[in-house]
């Protein structure tokens, strides 16, 4: 599975962003889909995690409320609506996917991943 975010951008704060993860291959929905997020000089860290079937939905507690992942299969595409915006979300915003059978297990943590997307920016002004 091949992944390809975008949808990043300079917004202010307050504001919103659609980021999208277009998938290549034929086994996107096998896979749980997460999204992670990595400031300079900071670690990655784990952003929202979505289920294979798009019943388990699960976030970190600093985007509780504000973000929400979705995806749509037969699109093969992975979504995450940011709202509320705030200067700390400001980084570069990853996708990951990873083959499970496993429909329910949630996965927080990058080494849980296989597969990533090449990142895309997103800058919050105040």
């Known amino acids: 599975v091949q992944l390809q975010a975008s949808g990043g951008g300079l917004v202010q704060a307050g504001g919103s962003l659609r980021l999208s993860c277009a998938a290549s291959g034929r086994t996107f929905s096998r896979c749980a889909m997460g999204w992670f997020r990595q400031a300079p000089g900071k670690e990655r860290e784990f952003v929202a995690h979505?289920?294979?079937?798009?019943?388990?939905?699960y976030y970190a507690d600093s985007v509780k409320g504000r973000f929400t992942i979705s995806r749509d299969n037969a699109k093969n595409a992975v979504y995450l609506q940011m709202n509320s915006l705030k200067p700390e979300d400001t980084a570069t915003y990853y996708c990951?996917?990873?083959?499970?059978?496993?429909?329910?297990?949630?996965?927080?943590?990058?080494?849980?991943?296989?597969?990533w997307g090449q990142g895309t920016q997103v800058t919050v002004s105040s």
């Open positions: 979505i289920s294979r079937s798009g019943s388990r939905l």
């Open positions: 990951a996917g990873v083959q499970t059978i496993l429909t329910d297990v949630i996965k927080t943590r990058p080494d849980e991943y296989t597969y």
